[in-house]
């Protein structure tokens, strides 16, 4: 957690393994198997195979050596293999060989309230694999292994007490109290059957450590995987990972990790266990599952002059807390770590915050006082951007990728704030960013008019960053429906549970005029929101502009902040917005068809004119069609879930978890932390 | 210097740029070019192209673009291009741009005595680029540039007092005092005609300089391009880069380049000056200003606790003073910086020497006390093995690639520690390394018989550390003519050139005994190398053993270190070794046949038996066949130079400047440093 660090493995025949700060599967392989009694090495399918390899193997075609020679290698084929994912374990069976990947994951501590042994505990870059071998049935003694080769790196022996440990580059190691053979070569393969006499062949790519198991019984051995970087870990500001408070070196992280199994594996199997005893389908805690990985491995806890600086990577992009991504993984933060949220927003604040000016994109020429936003996100791949700027938005662009997402950030930073304090009733927080909460609801309202008797709720003037262009929302890839911002009715949505939460925490700060601002705008704008309603079509046009007629699933997006806030009654069908309610239910309803918002394998499609769906928001309008909507519809619920499954695991095999995909195909956003919305469903039972 | 950095670019088609500690052309690309009148961009190929770009590039098909869409961007055809390639500068010029990459080298002053501010001058990890460009001829004002990329990194703007500053990752970078647009893009192409407004793109992979050029007037930017790698450099000892001592980070690197920048570039002509005066042909002073470039880019000045700790790269393998490249690479450095023999003779010795056992290969299983010797290398990829280890050497094999090399490691120590004392007169050294001589000549001696009455003054005992196997020497990719230790008339050439080394030293240190044991053995082997002369065949079969009839050229390679040494009696064919010489010269007249050791275009061939040949190694017998068997055919010569730059130039097109070629095709020790075997040609005019 918070290392930036993975290990990745699971497709046959794909490349893998320990990689840092990387954003896709590392270069290396992951090498577990074992020997049998005729000195044949059988693994795991887990490391780069040729294209043509691949397919023999993948085609169920003998992988055993060709022309006559002697087979001296062997890869498991895919149908002995069996596979348990859970939350926080991973586990690998065939052939009496079992590798059990533990990723433990628990609440990381406040820094600002939490002890040094705690933090320490926390923040350790480590996982743990069980490798174990069956060899009850066997008269002779056999031999298994688990290696690690990180693409084109050489590796180090370290005698070190107890533990036997291999590291490379000081940075990527793994180490064993366990009795083993350490080994590095050209492959394991050729350790377990060197023509040479050296066990560590400094040259070689692989390392690892090799058991024996006696006849008639089994062993296990316990491999600690570590990660470690020295010193600056960013550019732009200086940082280091918060772990380097704790632990001196790679060797010392490792040394840790083994002294602290059991407690890391008592983790990991309560997260288990958690997941599974959730009254979730085996899809729904697959996605889960899924997700969580991809998020924690895409973290950075960061030091900065003394004081944490909590960074999510844009997976396969390496943008840095990109704010729309910030929002989404909202949820899971909450659920696990309050204060990387309340980190977030404030680095927004004093780093990543801007005034702009507004205009009427009917008459670009003249321009009003804007008002204050946040950038996209805080620089790539660990370069920070200078104050005020983002990596990502660029000036001049009408409504394309890359052009400036000023009122979506803004929508995000209320919303975030919102569940934030209601979540944790951190009445300092809400003290301190009392002028923040001001500024954001005097700005918003000005994107929707600079003239208060002319506002609709909705945004409708553009930012003078856009120098004359047009903004754009998170969507940024798919068509107008859902990249336009201004009159559109996800940002509407957004911008409805902005003013809702503003109408909220200014009633506790006591700030009755904002507060009524705030209510107004709110009403207002879902106000706007069931007046675009068009009774012909069935369903909201995305884009409240003549001649739009786009159906979204994400105009429902804003009813996950107050629902999260536990404004009850603000998303209930009897309650103030009861007709927003009940018009979003009928808009969904509608649209979640066959041909409208549904693909053909019953996944769901977030646009009908835009056949690109992602993933994190499709889990997030689940969750408010369930439980918010009350839209139930099990049969169809379970076959988009399996869909979803499918897009994933075939649609995304090598990247991992991803959130684009084209026809069940993932098309960007690979590798990527934002999926971690599933965790809603975790909230409530279905009812 | 010193930096193990480069920049590569010269290939049409290829990717290229800067890289720091790769081994090969980086993933990047250098962006060279001019606007037209009409806006389009035109520019050097020197940017990885799709293989049908490229190969419609190199066919000269029209690279405009197809399918009637506008043409905005032209490559420059390779007709056009011209291109200056000198020792220390490198210019390309076409319709009207000029590009001179300047990479200036000079002799490194020795840290034990020189000042600060010529340490700070030489290690200074940097190069310049001067771009010009010729718009007399127009009526419009046009727009020329510099650009690079460096793989996947994205880029940052330094706004510095006057410079324009571009960085990536803080570790690469460049800068110009020059009136420019500072961009960063997805290619330069977007950021010549860019359809937003954001000049410095920070998501863009391509960043650069863009300058204005009146009408009818020319101008030009210099670029200072720079490298920085704070802290740790290593593993397995700590150490970091000496430019740390004098710059705290890259824009102190880059600020101090532009101002000293011509400094940099009088260094730089007055190399080109030298090559240039030198009376050679173009074709050798091609090779040499091609190696030269290939072994700075492979260097690495590093400090070790405040001490200097010099290392050379094995070019694309990355091992870490190979000492059987040091003792190829000694010329070039004693040429320039002497110092660092010494250095890297004393790290031999302190922590990568080693005591063994030897055993007659006819009796294995009997061992007897052996010697002294010295590891193949310290370490890969910057990781320094443990003390007495290197990455590359494995025991139990039997003369294969990745044995021992136990007893050629031994003969270049001596070698290179004869030539650098002669050289320096460097007494210290000699006096603190009288002990280590001393164990020197007893550990050859042995290796040749540990009876002394059995001796013949060549190797034909084997290490223990082989268990039982068989040593090889520094051709490990040959076949036993060149590959096996013992009985090898190549590697009994360096034992004769250490022991006449020894005979030497010791003279000068007083010790009459040592010094007369060394000469018996000097003798002893040349008389056992003279013997082996085959009058039937006409040379000297590479291994004195039944049934080898392998040719080989580097039987001459131990001529080169009594020359180097200055000792002209022993290399005179009417000296103490005249015999030898006239053996010697014998043996290479006959061998040196189409067939024998001539290929068919006239490039040498080490083996008659191996089609393997090694640039590093035909340069230095090159020159002994010249130089000191005074063989000379200018027809022979020229034809054989003509071929080695063809070897290069086409069979080493994207990896510069590599050692083992298969029939003129690199196959092989890749961006290598070892070729400035080639400065021994500097030494004299050719009589």
Redesign the interface.
Known sequence: MGAHSSLTCGMHGANGGMAMEKGQPAEGGVFVGYEDAKGVVHSFPFHGLSSTERERYVSGASMEAAGGNVVKERLIPSRSISRDYRWATDTFSAEGLTCEMVTPFFPLPDPDNSSAAEQRFACCPTLLVKVSFDNTKSAVARRFFFGLSAG?????CHATGKASML????SMGMATLDEVETVIDFTIESAMH?????PD???GKVAGFVASVPPRSQKSILVAVGFFK???AT??RKTRYWYNRYFKDLPDVLRYALKNADRYIAEAHARDLELDQATLSDDQKFLIAHSTRSYWGSTEWLEENGKPRWVVNEGEYL?MNTFDLTVDMLFFEMRFNPWTVRNVLEQFVRDYSYHDRVFDPAKPGKSYPGGISFTHDM?????F?PPE?????????DR?C??YMTCEQLTNWVCCAGVYYTRTEDRDFLRRQRKVLEACLESLQIRDNPDPRKRTGIMKFESSRT?GGGEITTYDSLDHSLGQARNNIYLASKCWAAYVALDHLFGILGLAERQHAARSSAELCARSIVDGFDEARGFIPAVLEPGNASAIIPAIEGLIFPHEMGLAQVVSPSGPYAKLIHTLRQHLENVLKPGICLYPDGGWKLSSTADNSWMSKIALCQHVARTILKIHNAKRDAKADAAHVRWQIKGSEFHACSDQFRSGVALGSKYYPRIVTTILWMDKKPS
Do not use: I, K, P
Not at 167 to 170: A, H, K, P
Not at 379 to 383: H, I, K, L
């Open positions: 084109d790196t050489r590796w180090a590291t490379t580059r000081d060197r023509n040479h006499a050296t062949f400094l040259l020295e010193g600056n550019y732009g943008m620089g790539v791949m660990n370069q951007s700027r983002s990596s990502y938005e660029t000036a001049g662009l394309e890359f052009s120098q």
